[in-house]
């Protein structure tokens, strides 16, 4: 048990979560206090004491996963001994449902037969029997062989490209109206659809899991982890995100724009201490026999500064661009104002939809259908879109005007027209470069972000929310 | 000290008679708070039950329910103690003459004169208390440090006074709304739980609990549009305390089965943005 807790933790921290000594040592304490066979509440246990922050959460489930539910020879025993249950039950209305007898187990069902087991289980909602169903798709579809080095992925596109989940919902509906149930209001239909879906995804989840049971069985639990070991939202890189790591990011930026915005507004008032207020210290003195006794200060209020964002918005940095934007409009209000432009080698002003609408998800959608940001071809033209900003809006930058320069540089050998960032750095409070891409990548092929870069006031790597967040704090 | 729970069944059940449905998590982790004398830190989204929870566990365990209710700007005199001054005052100007130095001195600086705030209040008390420290987010990290001392070793020292211990290991309490990252200082010495959303099952049984008089076939209803809800890309999601609010609406309204012209038009119940309620009754109308 001690060399498998000692394992599980060490893949905690490869996994990015900090635990520490006193944790590792409060985790041991409460496992003596739950019952070995609760697995529920020793995950409890172990997740109250180990993971100190929600976001984390689901990296630690995949590790415990991997570790703890899927071994164990009482758990592989219940399994079986449920699943015969539920052959049996199969069978049984396999006979009721088409007339069938003597189909014997699973495995000599047809595919056709499976899909109608399948479509059966998710309409009733039959927990036990899509479990059996996953089991069974698993090991038909997937074609696992032990010892090949294919990740998990490979397994679950395979069972899924089989099983055409896709079409599931519109046969379901099919088949709900060939039963002659009675025709349902919208709203009932989008409820019920709602509740499909939920199930359905509930049986991915239940293949991806009898995957990963077998390649642990193959592999051992260590080299899984490692397989499976996923960067936390924060990590997740903007111009390699998958669309599921996408919308992880996009959950984890709201409750991110919230702190950041409580901590810049509290570093605003706190930060330090402003003139003496004659008025307030002498009312005060007062007190003391018109000895000013009690300096009384003002608040200090600095000036917020004013937000102009330039972004490339072409292909591989558009999310990079997106984020940052959303970002910034979510704590507007810790900038006197905020203009944003887009480009790709056209430029164009975007501040009107941010304006017009309170959702910043409608408002990006407008600017990526709506802006016009195409000249010529469609390929990043840095010098020409800083040209024509340059041209349209350069008199609007003022010694109070902060401008964001946002992109990755790689400028397909257009000519630079870095004369524009130095203009803009001489009359403009700062500039400053954000690059989405890694800094070795930085001044290799068509990159001349070193070119512009030496006209600003600093070039930052933004790869992840986590130096995002960490350069806006330091802008506000 | 005896363990206030058995099991965690038995927490389970016992949060059940007082109204409070726990899921598995909960409920294993206030067994484990008995268990190992640990605080537990609750985080989650506004509107989830986590001080619910602490009210609930005071009641069922019949102990005494302390509070102390975090702001910016609070400091150790609101928090643990303080001097009572004026009581002070007038004690050395009411017999200036009879005393010596070390008497006054020694007098006045005893129990007599303390004002007992909430957190020294939980670690004298001689009966049963469950602290719920709320909101914990919402204090200065610097100010953090103030709790540290008396949720690792739950005791407080007062230099004129000494150290005092607690007579009983109470059951503590902190939620967070999560606006800002605590120290690793204080999360170190807490058992941590999230609470989330419930699903939908169990966000159902708390409708039928909570709300009198509700039927079955309603409260399913409820809670099938609340997840549907949820699952849009919203401002502010649907909290569960929005979730009541709404079911008693409904009762209210004498309204038996929802249909969407009248989900659209109480909405406004649920979410409380101008532009979440458009984009909800939007998709509630459309069959897609």
């Known amino acids: 048990m001690l060399d498998l807790m000692s394992g599980f933790v060490a893949e905690l921290r490869n996994a990015g979560l900090p635990v520490s000594l006193t944790e590792n040592l409060d985790a041991m304490e409460a496992i003596k206090q739950i019952p070995l066979e609760d697995r529920e509440a020793f995950k409890w246990a172990l997740g109250a004491t180990l993971v100190k922050n929600g976001a984390h959460w689901r990296a630690f489930e995949t590790v415990f996963e991997v570790y703890f539910s899927l071994r164990g020879p009482e758990y592989a025993l219940k399994d079986d001994e449920d699943a015969g249950d539920f052959w049996r039950e199969m069978q049984e209305q396999l006979r009721q449902g088409e007339g069938k007898g003597g189909a014997g187990a699973m495995d000599s069902l047809t595919q056709e037969e499976l899909m109608n087991l399948l479509m059966r289980a998710l309409m009733d909602g039959d927990q036990a029997m899509m479990r059996a169903l996953a089991k069974q798709a698993v090991q038909r579809f997937a074609g696992m062989e032990p010892g090949r080095p294919v990740g998990g992925t490979y397994y679950l596109y395979r069972t899924l490209r089989n099983l055409d989940l896709d079409n599931m919902m519109g046969k379901i509906e099919q088949a709900k109206s060939d039963d002659g149930q009675p025709p349902i209001t919208d709203l009932e239909r989008r409820l019920e659809n709602d509740e499909m879906q939920h199930r359905i995804e509930q049986f991915k989840q239940e293949i991806e899991a009898e995957i990963r049971r077998r390649l642990v069985a193959d592999r051992g639990a260590e080299a899984m982890a490692k397989t499976l070991r996923k960067p936390l939202p924060e990590d997740v890189e903007f111009m390699h995100a998958s669309r599921d790591e996408m919308q992880s990011l996009k959950k984890a930026l709201y409750p991110l724009t919230r702190k950041l915005a409580a901590r810049l507004a509290r570093k605003r008032r706190h930060g330090r201490k402003g003139p003496l207020d004659f008025r307030n210290t002498v009312r005060h003195s007062l007190n003391y026999g018109g000895v000013p006794a009690e300096p009384k200060f003002k608040y200090p209020r600095p000036a917020k500064p004013e937000l102009m964002v330039v972004a490339d918005i072409s292909g591989s940095v558009a999310a990079f661009a997106r984020f940052t934007l959303m970002l910034v409009y979510a704590i507007q209000g810790q900038f006197s104002k905020v203009r944003s432009f887009v480009f790709i080698d056209g430029l164009d002003e975007v501040t009107e939809y941010f304006k017009a609408t309170e959702d910043i998800t409608e408002a990006i959608h407008r600017v990526n259908t709506e802006a016009d940001v195409v000249w010529v071809d469609g390929h990043s033209d840095y010098g020409h879109a800083f040209e024509v900003f340059w041209e349209r809006y350069g008199k609007d930058v003022g010694p109070k005007t902060t401008v964001l320069l946002l992109g990755d540089a790689r400028n397909n050998y257009h000519a630079a027209q870095s004369w524009v960032v130095r203009e803009m750095k001489h009359r403009a409070r700062h500039v400053y470069w954000l690059n989405p891409e890694p800094r070795s990548y930085w001044n290799t092929g068509d990159s001349i972000v070193g070119e512009y870069g030496s006209h600003t006031d600093g070039v930052y790597e933004c790869r992840n929310l986590r130096q995002l967040e960490a350069f806006v704090e330091k802008l506000a | ?288």
């Not at chain 2, 007098?107 to 420290?133: G, H, N, Q, Y």
């Not at chain 2, 099952?201 to 209803?221: C, M, N, P, S």
Request: net charge negative; hydrophobic share 40%; with cysteine.
């Open chain 2, 1 to 288: 000290m005896g363990n206030r729970f058995d099991s965690v069944q038995a927490v389970r059940d016992g949060l059940k008679k007082v109204n409070y449905l726990a899921d598995d998590g909960i409920a294993s982790v206030a067994f484990l708070a008995d268990r190992l004398g640990k605080p537990v830190l609750v985080e989650g989204p506004a509107g989830t039950g986590k001080t619910q929870l602490a009210k609930s566990i005071a009641d069922l365990t019949g102990a005494r329910l302390i509070r102390l209710q975090c702001y910016e700007g609070l400091d150790e005199s609101k928090a643990l103690y303080e001097w009572n001054y004026k009581k002070q005052l007038l004690r050395i100007q009411a017999d200036k003459k009879s005393d010596t130095w070390s008497e006054v001195h020694d007098d006045i600086f005893s129990e007599e004169f303390l004002l007992t705030r909430p957190l020294l209040e939980a670690i004298r008390a001689d009966d049963p208390v469950v602290l719920l420290i709320d909101e914990v987010d919402r204090v200065e990290v610097e100010t953090e440090a103030l709790l540290l001392e008396i949720l690792s070793e739950y005791q407080v020292s007062i230099p004129e006074l000494g150290t005092i211990t607690a007579r009983q290991i109470p059951l503590v309490f902190l939620t967070s709304n999560n606006t800002r990252e605590l120290s690793e200082a204080l999360k170190r010495r807490c058992l941590y739980l999230h609470v989330d959303y419930p699903d939908m099952d169990r966000e159902k049984e708390i409708v039928l609990t909570k709300v009198d008089g509700i039927t079955e076939h309603l409260a399913d209803q409820i809670a099938r549009i609340v997840r549907s809800i949820r699952q849009l890309d919203l401002k502010k999601a649907p909290s569960v305390s929005e979730t009541l609010d709404w079911a008693r609406t409904l009762m209210l309204l004498g309204i038996e089965h929802i249909d969407a012209e009248q989900a659209k038009e109480t909405l406004h119940i649920l979410l409380k943005y101008q532009t979440d309620i458009a984009k909800a009754a939007k998709e509630l109308s459309s069959d897609k």
